[in-house]
């Protein structure tokens, strides 16, 4: 192993890879020395994302095309690309879009099976994929970029808080599960972080209220003592620690990264 490059002798696999959150921790794993692996439903973008990661190591990185709202399609090209020699993966990001936004009582039993669907059922079916190439490695890392909804509920978030919190209480047992393998389960838990989410969110409170986009983000300002939104670069160095040899004895453990927005210890 590089001294300066932790991750130079692993390869993680990262979901939702090409844009925002997901593409900047493909970046900051890739900087570290991983080879990466991208997965994400655009073969053009993903493509171009490959050609664009850091490669101090020399690395090849690839890319998978698949979609999470596809759970079981999405693990068989999974399973079909760890079929061939030398392609196991130490280190699984999962990371998908989250459910549109709206009132609990609004929500159909649809909605609340294609969140499942998406988020639980799609992170649980790729750790079962991937985990037993991280056991004969004795070295593991299933990082979750969840939402700061699991330590305490978001507004008008109703189907994404109930889904976040069936994800981080499945890590949580899957982290005690595995930890005696060498392998962790953590959750990132990123705050209001400016990406392509945080404008569909802002777009979307603006047709409702009327009011604009910047009073409606001077608000969510006042409840942030950072007084700042995220980046997602900064979101993407807490995967990266949670990913490094260093982060060995850190498991089954939900980190905001949210400028102090949360409420609770």
């Known amino acids: 192993m590089t001294p300066n490059l932790p991750l130079s002798a692993r390869r993680a696999l990262v979901g939702g890879s090409t844009q925002g959150i997901g593409r900047a921790v493909a970046e900051a794993l890739a900087a570290q020395g991983a080879t990466v692996t991208l997965l994400a439903r655009d073969a053009a973008r993903l493509r171009e994302v490959a050609k ?10 690839d890319f998978l095309v698949a979609d999470f709202t596809a759970p079981e399609a999405l693990a068989a090209t999974v399973r079909a690309y760890l079929a061939a020699p030398g392609t196991g993966f130490h280190i699984l990001v999962n990371n ?11 929500a159909t039993p649809a909605d609340f099976r294609a969140a499942f669907e998406q988020h639980l059922v799609a992170n649980h079916l790729l750790a079962q994929a991937t985990v037993p190439a991280m056991q004969a490695a004795g070295f593991g890392r299933i990082i979750n970029i969840v939402s700061t909804s ?20 499945w890590a949580k047992t899957l982290a005690n599960e595995l930890a005696p393998h060498g392998i962790t389960v953590n959750n990132v838990l990123p705050g209001a972080t400016l990406t392509q989410r945080h404008t569909s969110l802002i777009d979307k409170k603006t047709a409702q209220t009327g009011q604009s986009a910047d009073a409606i983000e001077a608000d969510m300002l006042k409840l942030i003592p950072a007084r700042r939104f995220g980046l997602a670069e900064e979101v993407a160095a807490a995967v990266a ?7 060995g004895y850190i498991t089954g453990t939900s980190v905001p990264v949210d400028g102090g927005r949360t409420g609770s210890l």
């Open 96 to 106: 998908t879009g989250g459910p549109p936004g709206g009132p609990l009582l609004a």
């Open 241 to 247: 620690f949670l990913a490094s040899p260093a982060a």
């Open 52 to 61: 664009e990661l850091p490669t101090p190591a020399g690395q090849q990185h």
């Open 150 to 169: 699991v330590k305490v509920p978001l507004p008008g978030l109703g189907v994404s808080n109930t889904t976040r919190g069936a994800v981080a209480s």
